[in-house]
């Protein structure tokens, strides 16, 4: 016998990711495993946007900080 793959498309009906609960739908298997994707996706990206937000939020946090040494230092 070959790789698993083969056998899988030999035989889809035995392969357990083309099942969606007990039914046999690869079609269904499909998007199911598409829309997971995307969501991990946007998972990723919005991950990296709050890292970029609390990010910007601390260099301004440090800004305000130096201005306000500053001012109180021309004083």
């Known amino acids: 016998m070959g790789e ?3 056998y899988f498309e030999d035989f889809p009906e035995e392969n357990p990711a083309n099942y969606v609960g007990a039914r046999f739908d690869p ?3 499909a998007r199911l495993h598409a ?3 995307r969501r991990v996706q946007v998972a990723i990206e919005s991950r990296a946007l709050q890292k970029k937000m609390f990010d910007m939020a601390a260099a301004a946090k ?3 900080a130096e201005r306000k040494q500053q001012s109180q230092e021309d004083t």
Do not use: N
């Open 4 to 6: 698993w793959s083969e």
């Open 27 to 29: 079609a269904g298997a």
């Open 35 to 37: 829309e997971e994707a």
């Open 62 to 64: 440090k800004e305000a």
